[in-house]
């Protein structure tokens, strides 16, 4: 084996890419995703609680200025949980995000170190049919998600079926489905056709009915809002799916690095 093979394999056997990507995904969903949305809720709080200091402390006097003061609490209230639901729904969007990005960096890793043959990174723009979808697919199966796309990569690429881990993977096509209406329908939950301005389609409110809170949830106007329980639990699922997948594609590596040493 050459000299620089031998470099690179020394190098993959000390150092696991895989476990800095999920340690630097868990830094930025705590950090930075959820963080900045505390940060920024915490400084919301900070305009409209002294204000209810204040409405408290002359709850016992009937003045003009007592009255103002309880109008421009209802003005902030109503303000607070408008910008408030707005934290979540973004910070939803930024956590898919980072949850993709962090699922490709991985795959483009590795696991393989010198012998890249059997990649197939075709297989993410590909239907199961082979059908390139940035050629038009042809076949009779519906476009994949990006999500779908990483699934059938690192199945074949890396043997690693998401599909067998189901409930590994259960909050992606909900926060999925959530994040396309909140950033493609403004954040309502049931759209129009414009084929059929008559009707409804109130398929997303029915099947994801944690994400349309209320008894109006089958009514046009209903909103796509993201709970901060639910916002949470969204994280700890996407953080312990990285894990486990950082952890599934380091021993495929190792292995592939023993398999190489043993050949050569």
């Known amino acids: 084996m050459c000299i620089p ?10 150092m696991d890419f895989f476990h800095d990507e999920f ?3 868990e830094d930025d969903v705590n950090g930075l995703i959820l963080g900045t949305m ?24 009937d003045d003009v200025d007592r009255g103002r003061l309880g109008e421009h609490y209802s003005y902030l209230l109503s303000e607070y949980e408008g910008q408030t639901a707005f934290l979540r729904n973004s910070t939803l969007v930024s956590l898919a995000s980072q949850l993709t990005h962090s699922l490709h960096k991985m795959a483009s890793f590795g696991p393989l170190d010198l012998d890249d043959s059997k990649a197939d990174r075709s297989s993410s723009s590909e239907c199961d049919c082979g059908c390139d979808h940035k050629k038009g697919c042809k076949c009779q199966h519906r476009r994949k998600s990006e999500y779908e796309r990483l699934g059938i990569e690192y199945k074949k690429r890396f043997e690693i079926d998401f599909l067998a881990h189901k409930e590994r993977i259960k909050f992606i096509e909900p926060m999925r489905m959530a994040r396309n209406r909140i950033i493609h329908e403004g954040g309502y939950a049931n759209t129009l056709d414009p084929d059929k301005p008559d009707y409804l389609d109130t398929s997303f409110s029915r099947r994801f009915r944690e994400y349309v809170p209320g008894e109006g949830y089958l009514e046009y106007g209903a909103q796509v809002v ?22 599934e594609l380091r ?7 023993r398999e190489t040493k043993t050949v050569n």
């Open 226 to 247: 993201v709970s901060d329980e639910l916002l949470r639990r969204n994280a700890e699922s996407a953080i312990a799916l990285v894990r486990w997948v950082a952890e």
């Open 38 to 61: 505390d940060a920024a809720i915490a400084h919301l709080d900070g305009q409209i609680d002294p204000v209810l200091a204040e409405l408290k402390s002359r709850e016992n006097q």
């Open 5 to 14: 093979c031998i470099l690179v394999k020394h190098m993959l056997e000390n």
């Open 23 to 25: 340690r630097r995904f």
């Open 251 to 257: 021993k495929r590596q190792l292995a592939n690095l």
